[in-house]
Structures are given as C-alpha cells and as structure tokens.
C-alpha cells in the first residue's frame, strides 16, 4: 500500500513539474506548481510528518498567490504564449542539469545512513509531530532559529525599505 | 486466496468496516451540512426582511419555507454560459475548488464527543490550510472569466483575504497555548476541563480578533468588496450562470458555517452547554450554530461596506498587533499561572 502509494506521489510530482515548466501560459504554470505541492505535502503526510505537511500547504498556498500577482502585473500573456517556450540558453542548462543528475546517480550508493536519533516513527507518533519539532527548535536549536529569524527580518525590513524609495 | 476470503479475513474486515463507518459520516455531515446551506438562504432573507420592516419570502409554501427549493430547481435547470474568451479548464475549476476548500475543512470539526471525521493532530492547521486554498477559488474565477469586474473582484479578494488570514492563524494561537494541541478534540476537552467551560473569556480578544477575520475571509458584510454589487456588478462569478453560480452561492455559505464551527469549536466550548440536553449529544453545537450564523446576517443588515484602504489599515494596523498582543498577553498570564 505504501509503496503504490509513493509510487504515484513521486511520479505526479515528476509529472506536474514538467508540466509546470513546459506551460507557455505563467497562470496555467502557476496552477500546476500549487497542485504540485499539495503532492509533496501528501508525501510528508505520508512519511509521518504532518506539521510538514500542514506547512507546506500553507506557506506555499500564500508564496503562490502572490506570484500569481506577479504573473498577472508584470507580465503579459498573450504576448507570452506568442513567444518562444524555453529562454535562449536551454540547452546550456539541461547540459548542467544532466551532469548534476549524473553526479548523483553516482554517488547515491555511498551516501551513510546518519546515525539513529532519538525521534522514531513510535516516539513521534507518541509525542505529535508538532510538539517534537517545536521542543526541538526551542532548545537544541534555538540559536540557529533565531538567526534564520533575523535574516527573515532583516529582508522584511529592507523590502519596505526598497518600496519606500520608490514611492519618493 | 480468492477475493472473498481476503474480504473476509479478519484484519481486513475490520478495515472495511472502518471504511464504511467513515464513508456514512461523510455521507451524514455533507447531507446535515447543505441542508442547513439550504435555509440558512431562507434565514438570511427573512432575517434581513425583517429588520428592514418587510416580509421577506412569503409565495412559495407556507410563508415562502419551500423558496430556497424553487430556487435551487431553478438554477439547476438555468443555461450554461461560458464567455468565449475564457479559460475553459480553470474556469470550471474555479467554483470547484471553492466548494471543496469549505467541505474538507468540516472533516475536522467534532459536532459530539467522538464524532468527528478525521481526528487529526492538525487539525487547525488543516483548517488553516484549506481557507488559504479557498482563496483560490475566488482568484482563478476572476482571472478565468476574461472580463474586468470579475477580475477586480478577484484581485480584491485575494488581497483581503492574504491579509486577513495573518489574522485569523494568530488569533487561535491562544487557543493552541491554552489547549497545548492543534487537535479540535483536544481543544474542546481542554476547555471542558477549564472552569469557565469556554475559552471565551480569557480569549476575548482573540475571538472578537477571529470573529472579524472570519467575516473578511468569507467575504461577508462589511468586507464584501469581491462581489460588491454596486460597483463590480456581482465581483468575481459575474460571468458564472446556472449551477457553476451556485456552486459560488454554497460555497459562500459553507464557507460561513465552517467558520461559525470553529468559533464554536476553539472559543465556545464545542459541544458543551450550560445543561445536558438527553439524547441529542449535538444540540448544542447547532445551536450556537444559529446564533453565530444570525450574527452574520445582523451585521450585514446593520453595517455599510468598508472603502478599500480603510479595510487594508484595518488588517494590518489594528488586528494583527491586536492578535499578537493577545499572544503575548495569553504566554504572559499563563507563566504567572492567572489561566
């Protein structure tokens, strides 16, 4: 069951990127992208990591919408579905993303498993996904989640900044 | 092994039971729940009616009961138009996703003690996830259509709704503080066990926050600039006809039934009520489910349209430092042990 499971979560993930990135139309792309991630957060659901996947729908649903703003504002579609599918230089990029893969494949087999944390599927299930993470970020980790914080801030900041200027 | 005995077997037995279980709640709650959509319209109007000195419905049936059916036959026998210049996919799609966004989120909701759907541990955030996929709805609606009033609407919706949903997740964290769980069954258990039997009362602030972005999700009055009549014809679903129009129609309501529920379910007090109410473990949760219901109607009839950019400051100035004030007042009060 799980396996019939990831198989179709792994292959529509495959299939709805590709989809994404070969629309000529930015809205139709943009649709796909967000069905793409409630796969990826079924997928989290999948592998026990709820929070994850509760997450996943919600900052993505939000981070979507607003490049569906952009797409609607900055561009515009119907000189878009008129143009070229892919910018000039696709073929420098498959090239780099071949060798990436390659790279990859080669090194999948001597990838070391990390060494067994405290947190199994039954401690998890036992404590809540959400519970586990936040005790996690709050104490072992704080420091790095503080930090990530401030950079978040700071680029919060700088954008009012930025948009200020403009406004003159 | 023929199919009868892996049927049979019993492991997977159980599974099917458990299956078949889930599938007859589901059956019951969308069945309980549109009929309730059904004269919740008739509600509204003869509410509205009333306050503003008329009778509302009166013509079909005995004082109009049976309008909301003559207006669903009607709709449903309507024709069909799509706009040439629309985008056929996302265009059906649109009220599609609308309706679903509102039903999933019911999954959740405890209408007794242990009945519920789904008894997840995240809950709230599933609730939370399923209003920002809603928005959707609304925006692919608007783009689709091809045509400017529908597309300012959209584009008006998605703001409102991006900025009041900031709103609408900080005003429960207080709830998760107090409830130490995202689980709705937990939630209500926690305030069973509290000694106001809500968390209305601690959490005043954080319901009046919720109460306001509920009505600003649902794009109800006053934060119904989407589909405000007088200046964007009908706003998003101008150019929806037939069922696909009340497709929009259900999903406004489910949309404000599923918001009134979690109201009910994180501020007051789920299932529980001042007394036992024998044999109808649910009464309770339905009847704060018409008081919260009618609350809408009466501000609608009671409260003009918000202007644009007073509805925008409103958001971002007044509710959410209000709703992290309340966080913080809530972790305040809680180390000191007052709640």
Redesign the interface.
């Known amino acids: 069951m799980n396996e019939i499971l990831f198989g179709y979560l792994s292959f529509a993930i495959l299939a709805l990127s590709i989809a994404a990135i070969t629309r000529k139309n930015p809205v139709h792309a943009v649709l796909l992208m967000i069905v793409m991630f409630f796969h990826l957060a079924t997928m989290y659901l999948a592998l026990g990591a709820e929070f994850l996947a509760a997450v996943q729908i919600m900052v993505y649903a939000g981070a979507i919408m607003v490049l569906f703003l952009f797409v609607v504002l900055v561009l515009n579609i119907r000189e878009e579905e008129k143009g070229e599918r892919f910018a000039s230089g696709w073929p420098l990029g498959i090239s780099l993303a071949a060798g990436l893969l390659i790279l990859i494949l080669i090194i999948t087999d001597k990838v070391l498993t990390g060494r067994q944390g405290q947190f199994t599927q039954a401690v998890i299930l036992q404590e809540t996904h959400t519970k586990a993470i936040g005790k996690l970020l709050y104490t072992q980790y704080v420091f790095p989640f503080e930090v990530a914080s401030l950079i978040l801030l700071v680029a919060i900041v700088g954008a009012i900044v930025l948009a200020k200027k403009r406004l003159g | 092994m023929n199919f009868l005995e892996i049927i049979f077997r019993p492991a997977s037995f159980d599974v099917i039971v458990q299956l078949a279980i889930m599938v007859l709640k589901v059956v019951v709650v969308v069945g309980v729940i549109m009929l309730h959509v059904t004269y919740a319209t008739y509600f509204e109007r003869k509410s509205i009616g009333h306050m503003q000195v008329r009778l509302g419905p009166m013509r079909t049936g005995p004082h109009g009961l049976l309008q909301p059916i003559a207006d669903f036959v009607k709709l449903f026998f309507k024709e069909d138009i799509i706009p040439a210049a629309a985008?056929k996919p996302?265009f059906y799609m649109a009220p599609v996703i609308s309706i679903f966004a509102g039903m999933s989120s019911l999954a959740v909701i405890p209408f007794f003690n242990g009945f519920v759907i789904a008894n997840?541990?995240?809950g709230l955030?599933?609730v939370?996830?399923m209003s920002?996929?809603g928005?959707?709805g609304i925006?692919?609606a608007g783009?689709s259509s091809n045509s400017k009033y529908s597309f300012l609407g959209g584009?008006r919706s998605?703001a409102q709704v991006?900025s009041y949903?900031i709103a609408l997740?900080l005003s429960l964290v207080g709830v998760m503080m107090m409830a130490g769980?995202?689980n709705m069954t937990e939630i209500v258990k926690a305030q069973l066990a509290y000694p106001t039997g809500m968390f209305l009362f601690p959490q005043i602030l954080g319901f009046f926050v919720f109460m306001v972005a509920a009505f600003a999700e649902t794009n109800r009055t006053p934060f119904d600039l989407p589909e405000a009549e007088s200046e964007l014809v009908a706003g998003y679903f101008v150019e929806y006809s037939g069922m696909r129009f009340a497709l929009f129609y259900v999903a406004e309501y489910i949309g404000m039934i599923v918001m009134s529920l979690i109201a009910i379910t994180c501020f007051l007090g789920g299932w529980d009520g001042p007394f036992q109410i024998p044999y109808v473990p649910f009464a309770w949760v339905f009847i704060k489910l018409y008081i919260l219901i009618f609350l809408f109607y009466w501000i609608r009839a009671t409260v003009p349209r918000f202007r644009y950019d007073h509805l925008m400051s409103f958001g971002w100035k007044i509710l959410i430092p209000l709703a992290l004030f309340n966080v913080v007042l809530t972790g305040l009060l809680k180390t000191l042990n007052v709640i």
Do not use: C, P, R, T
């Open positions: 985008d996302i997840i541990n995240i955030l599933f939370l996830a920002s996929l928005a959707y925006v692919m783009w584009l998605s991006i949903e997740g769980s995202l």
